[in-house]
């Protein structure tokens, strides 16, 4: 499936005061016992699938690779969203976890790991040159670089202002 790349620089508009960023992965550890390995990744594309036909779980977007070592970046609106997904009991992710921690977990076989990031939207500079919508951009809003947001010091300062409420008149006084 061939993505359109769009030429030229590129960052996100997020449009929101901040992000939650989830990364998640597993590690075959043991890579002979694939088998192992395979029943313990077959959980995610399910849970993808879940995600992606429902939007109120929060998930605004993600990419995944592929190796030894896997690893998912997801963008999610909230950790409440990522914690109530992770223990909602008609989600396809805490039956997995669950047998995971009983058959899998101490052996040694097949690693997981995750980590969580709450960022404010002061805290995120982007930039995407000659890619397809990709990352933050691909989950919130694609949008090209132009006045005020062609270096990486302007892109940052965009977001502390939008991000930061209106001045009151007393913070406009110099003593």
Same mark, same amino acid.
Request: overall charge positive.
């Given at each position: 499936m061939a993505q359109e790349i769009f030429p030229g620089r590129f960052t /996100? =508009?997020?449009?929101?005061?901040?992000?939650?960023?989830? @990364? &998640?992965?597993?590690? /075959?550890? #043991?890579?002979?016992k694939l088998?192992?390995? /395979?029943?313990?990744? *077959?959980?995610?594309?399910?849970?993808? %699938?879940? @995600? /992606?036909?429902n939007p109120d779980a929060g998930l605004l977007g993600s990419e995944q690779w592929f190796?030894? !070592? !896997? &690893? @998912?970046? $997801?963008?999610?609106?909230?950790?409440?969203? @990522?914690? #109530?997904?992770a223990a909602d009991r =008609? *989600?396809?992710h805490l039956g997995p976890w669950r047998k995971f921690m009983k058959e899998f977990a101490g052996s040694g076989d097949v690693g997981v790991w995750h980590?969580?990031? %709450?960022?404010p939207a002061s805290g995120i500079e982007v930039v995407y040159n000659g890619m397809p919508p990709f990352g933050l951009a691909k989950a919130t $809003?694609?949008?090209?670089?132009?006045p005020g947001s062609n270096t990486a010091k302007q892109r940052m300062s965009a977001?502390?202002? $939008?991000? =930061?409420?209106a001045p009151t008149k007393s913070q406009h006084m110099s003593f």
């Open positions: /996100a =508009d997020i449009g929101r005061d901040t992000v939650t960023v989830f @990364l &998640i992965g597993m590690r /075959a550890n #043991r890579w002979w088998g192992r390995v /395979a029943k313990v990744a *077959s959980a995610m594309p399910t849970m993808m %699938q879940h @995600l /992606a036909k190796g030894r !070592t !896997t &690893i @998912l970046l $997801s963008y999610w609106e909230s950790p409440e969203h @990522l914690r #109530r997904f =008609d *989600s396809p980590e969580t990031y %709450q960022v $809003s694609h949008t090209p670089v132009g977001r502390v202002r $939008s991000a =930061d409420p």
